[in-house]
Structure formats: structure tokens, C-alpha cells
Antibody, heavy 123, light 107 residues
Framework: EVQLVESGGGLVQPGRSLRLSCTASGFTFGDYAMSWFRQAPGKGLEWVGFIRSKAYGGTTEYAASVKGRFTISRDDSKSIAYLQMNSLKTEDTAVYYC??????????????WGQGTLVTVSS | DIQMTQSPSSVSASVGDRVTITCRASQGISSWLAWYQQRPGKAPKLLIYAASSLQSGVPSRFSGSGSGTDFTLTISSLQPEDFATYYCQQANSFPWTFGQGTKVEIK
């Protein structure tokens, strides 16, 4: 059974940093692209960023709203994806979801989602 | 960025009704479109990918159609568990973008 478990959320002051982890199980982690999405309280879904598998270069893509502040990485040996969030703003407050792509070659659809972890940015 | 516009923003329907939700892209996205269902307090669930492919385990009352700029999600016979918010998402190019959501409510 595929499982994605996010951790690392919490309350953080504006300007500070936080690192989220997504621990995966039930599949060969290194074969799949991973993405992060978020949802502000009472709002719609927003894509945050994406990391390709090593087979496709392991490169990343980011939303403009987080580019330069957030970094996605992966540790295939531990089956963990990370979202490093720096210079946090109040508007980054959201539930953050980790997702896995639908396939190893079709990487564009998020078929598995974690339960989400809440990040609250407030002084 | 590609803008996705969903309509309606909400719909009131009864069990057994046919419900149709539309999604329009600001430019052509071929068939790079997904539909997600989100129940309150839960993570989104992939229903349809590649515009018309039913994700494994999703009931056949859900169907998707369209290509280019205009897409449709249809629920053929609404069930109690289908009352939720539905989002379309384009995956044609980065940044991936979502429609604003359609809330399906009980009439």
C-alpha cells in the first residue's frame, strides 16, 4: 500500500525557516516524481513545486510565489522528500500536501496524497 | 501562466441527479487535465487524469471529457458520498494551476 506521511509543520514566525518531510512507503521511491501542494485555510489548491526522479535528472520546478525561498529535495535512500521553506511569510500559512506522480514516465498527475501538515506563519 | 476557470462555483443537487462541471483553460492544454475531489478536512483525491481516463478505483459514474481548452466532469447519478468540492488542474506546463473549485451541495 502506498503511503505518504508529511511531518514538520507547526507555528513559525515570519522570516523564519521550516523544513517539511514526506516519508514514503509501499513503492520504489526513487522511480517517481514528487510534488508539493498547499491549501490556505478556506481556500483552493495551489501547486508549490515538483522534483523529478533521478532518471529524469532530479531537477525541480517551483511556483513563482515560492521560487527563491523554497527548495525541494529528495533522499532516495531514505524514501523521503523534503520541502525547505525559508523567509516564511504570513501568506504561506496553509496545509501542505506531498504527492506522488501517477507513473514513472507520466509524471504530471498526483495520484497519491499525504494527509497534509499545517504550517502557520504568525508572530 | 495558464488560467483555469471552473463553473459553476457551486451547485445544489439531489441524490440521483446528473451533475456537470466545466473547466476552461486560458490556452490550449491538449489533454493535460486532471479532476480532483476533496471532502472537508481530507486530502484531494484524483478522479480523472488525461482529461478522460478514470483513475483506478473511482466509480464509473464519474467521467471526463474534452481537449484543448474546454473540459467537463460529469457525475451521472449523484451519490451521498459525492457531496464535496471538485477541482480541475492543468499539467500541460509549469506552473501547474487549478480552477477555483466547484462545491457540490445537497439540495
Amino acid at each position: 500500500e502506498v503511503q505518504l506521511v508529511e511531518s514538520g509543520g507547526g507555528l513559525v514566525q515570519p522570516g523564519r525557516s521550516l523544513r517539511l518531510s514526506c516519508t514514503a512507503s509501499g513503492f520504489t521511491f526513487g522511480d517517481y516524481a514528487m510534488s508539493w501542494f498547499r491549501q490556505a485555510p478556506g481556500k483552493g489548491l495551489e501547486w508549490v513545486g515538483f522534483i523529478r526522479s533521478k532518471a529524469y535528472g532530479g531537477t525541480t520546478e517551483y511556483a513563482a510565489s515560492v521560487k527563491g525561498r523554497f527548495t525541494i529535495s529528495r533522499d532516495d535512500s531514505k524514501s523521503i522528500a523534503y520541502l525547505q521553506m525559508n523567509s516564511l511569510k504570513t501568506e504561506d500559512t496553509a496545509v501542505y500536501y506531498c504527492t506522488r506522480s501517477i507513473g514513472t514516465t507520466v509524471t504530471t498527475f498526483a495520484v497519491y496524497w499525504g494527509q497534509g501538515t499545517l504550517v502557520t506563519v504568525s508572530s | 501562466d495558464i488560467q483555469m476557470t471552473q463553473s459553476p462555483s457551486s451547485v445544489s443537487a439531489s441524490v440521483g441527479d446528473r451533475v456537470t462541471i466545466t473547466c476552461r483553460a486560458s490556452q490550449g492544454i491538449s489533454s493535460w487535465l486532471a479532476w480532483y475531489q476533496q471532502r472537508p478536512g481530507k486530502a484531494p483525491k484524483l478522479l480523472i487524469y488525461a482529461a478522460s481516463s478514470l483513475q483506478s478505483g473511482v466509480p464509473s459514474r464519474f467521467s471526463g471529457s474534452g481537449s484543448g481548452t474546454d473540459f467537463t466532469l460529469t457525475i451521472s447519478s449523484l451519490q451521498p458520498e459525492d457531496f464535496a468540492t471538485y477541482y480541475c488542474q492543468q499539467a500541460n506546463s509549469f506552473p501547474w494551476t487549478f480552477g477555483q473549485g466547484t462545491k457540490v451541495e445537497i439540495k
